[in-house]
């Protein structure tokens, strides 16, 4: 399972910039603004108190945090009048399943904020700058402590890059960000329920996949699409295998499935890796059950998945993972359950 929160925000903005200019004209042109005038939509960079009227010492009616929207009425000198937190209404357009966190169960109220990092699709160099809270917040949030709420802060922040600005070179990695932050606190949070032991995938709750879809179909043929693609498996993988060779037999069929289809992915390597593992998994389980003919059958695929590894991957330590499975297999070490003679 990937690491949450990555222990180096893989790629700097500078060579995120770089890389993926050339992805953003494949983009889908679809822009959604949540009924609202885009000019007018906007975010905070910081927790912000709405007031009833202009003062710092008028009642406080709501809170917004960073990432939820609010929707600028008027100016008034330090001050802006909002429809704040706006977003509980966009999330209609989220399929059946609303934004996770405690921070979310809010309520949209009009009031006034402070006129200070509120950052919107007019705002100049915006792209970068949500871009970068939101990877600050990401990396606060894999620290021992982190802040209450930091990781869906960041979820937020960066899902407003690519609405604010659908056509920064940056979008498709925010998109990206946005759905795999989401993506693995789901994943956590599906793994402590007791149904995350069951053996069919459908007896447990999914992970939403709006979002990790949402990128493939807005940015096909990119390395974020077929990242996303590589995520979607984990909602078809078995809880616990419970000994079986259905669900590794299956399992594997799915992420040589995914290696073929996208063969140049990022993605690619790890999951002919996890081929290799659940056909090594297969020879133990096949001796166990003295079917030789299988276990002969999944130890040749085993060899074979390793060396197109090798082959196509030199250079990934997938690749040499793969290998030293595959010697296991071949010297009859078995790789699942206990190894020792």
């Given at each position: 399972?990937?690491?949450?929160?990555r222990?180096?925000?893989a790629?700097?903005?500078?060579?995120?910039?770089a890389f993926?200019?050339?992805?953003?004209?494949?983009?889908?042109?679809?822009?959604?603004t949540?009924?609202y005038?885009?000019?007018?939509?906007?975010?905070?960079l910081?927790?912000a108190n709405v007031y009833?009227?202009?003062?710092?010492?008028?009642?406080k009616?709501?809170?917004?945090?960073?990432g939820?929207?609010?929707?600028?009425i008027?100016?008034?000198?330090?001050?802006?009048?909002?429809?704040a937190n706006?977003d509980v209404e966009?999330k209609?357009?989220?399929?059946?399943?609303?934004?996770?966190?405690?921070?979310?169960?809010?309520t949209?109220?009009?009031?006034?904020?402070r006129d200070k990092?509120?950052?919107?699709?007019?705002?100049k160099?915006?792209?970068?700058?949500?871009?970068g809270?939101?990877?600050t917040l990401e990396?606060?949030?894999?620290?021992p402590?982190?802040p209450?709420?930091?990781?869906?802060?960041a979820?937020?922040l960066?899902r407003r890059?690519a609405d604010?600005?659908?056509d920064?070179?940056i979008?498709?990695e925010?998109?990206?960000?946005s759905a795999?932050v989401r993506w693995?606190l789901?994943?956590?949070d599906v793994?402590?329920?007791?149904?995350?032991?069951e053996?069919?995938?459908?007896?447990?709750?999914a992970?939403?996949?709006g979002e990790?879809?949402k990128?493939?179909k807005?940015?096909p043929?990119?390395k974020f699409a077929a990242m996303?693609?590589?995520?979607l498996?984990d909602n078809?993988?078995c809880g616990?295998?419970?000994?079986l060779?259905?669900?590794?037999e299956?399992?594997?069929?799915?992420y040589e499935?995914?290696a073929?289809?996208f063969p140049d992915g990022?993605?690619t390597?790890e999951?002919l890796?996890d081929?290799?593992?659940?056909?090594g998994v297969l020879?133990?389980m096949?001796?166990?059950?003295?079917?030789k003919k299988?276990?002969?059958?999944?130890a040749?695929?085993t060899?074979?998945?390793?060396?197109?590894?090798r082959a196509?991957?030199?250079?990934?330590?997938y690749?040499?993972?793969?290998?030293?499975?595959?010697y296991?297999v071949a010297?009859?070490i078995s790789v699942?359950?206990?190894?020792?003679?």
């Amino acid at each position: 399972m990937q690491c949450f929160l990555r222990t180096s925000l893989a790629g700097s903005l500078a060579v995120t910039m770089a890389f993926v200019a050339p992805a953003v004209g494949q983009r889908s042109k679809q822009d959604k603004t949540a009924g609202y005038d885009r000019a007018a939509r906007a975010t905070v960079l910081h927790e912000a108190n709405v007031y009833i009227s202009p003062d710092a010492d008028a009642q406080k009616i709501s809170l917004v945090t960073p990432g939820h929207e609010v929707v600028v009425i008027e100016r008034n000198g330090p001050w802006i009048r909002v429809f704040a937190n706006t977003d509980v209404e966009e999330k209609a357009d989220d399929a059946d399943k609303t934004d996770f966190g405690e921070e979310d169960n809010v309520t949209p109220a009009s009031g006034w904020i402070r006129d200070k990092g509120v950052v919107g699709p007019t705002t100049k160099g915006g792209d970068a700058i949500l871009y970068g809270a939101a990877a600050t917040l990401e990396e606060q949030a894999s620290e021992p402590h982190a802040p209450k709420g930091a990781a869906g802060q960041a979820h937020l922040l960066y899902r407003r890059v690519a609405d604010y600005f659908p056509d920064s070179s940056i979008a498709p990695e925010a998109a990206w960000r946005s759905a795999d932050v989401r993506w693995q606190l789901e994943k956590r949070d599906v793994s402590t329920l007791p149904s995350a032991k069951e053996q069919e995938a459908f007896l447990r709750p999914a992970i939403y996949d709006g979002e990790m879809k949402k990128v493939i179909k807005t940015y096909p043929g990119t390395k974020f699409a077929a990242m996303a693609a590589f995520k979607l498996i984990d909602n078809k993988l078995c809880g616990d295998w419970q000994g079986l060779p259905k669900c590794p037999e299956m399992e594997s069929g799915l992420y040589e499935k995914y290696a073929q289809q996208f063969p140049d992915g990022p993605m690619t390597a790890e999951a002919l890796y996890d081929a290799v593992y659940r056909q090594g998994v297969l020879v133990t389980m096949y001796t166990v059950e003295e079917n030789k003919k299988r276990a002969d059958n999944a130890a040749a695929h085993t060899q074979a998945l390793a060396e197109q590894l090798r082959a196509k991957y030199p250079a990934s330590d997938y690749s040499a993972r793969g290998a030293s499975l595959a010697y296991r297999v071949a010297q009859g070490i078995s790789v699942y359950g206990n190894d020792r003679d």
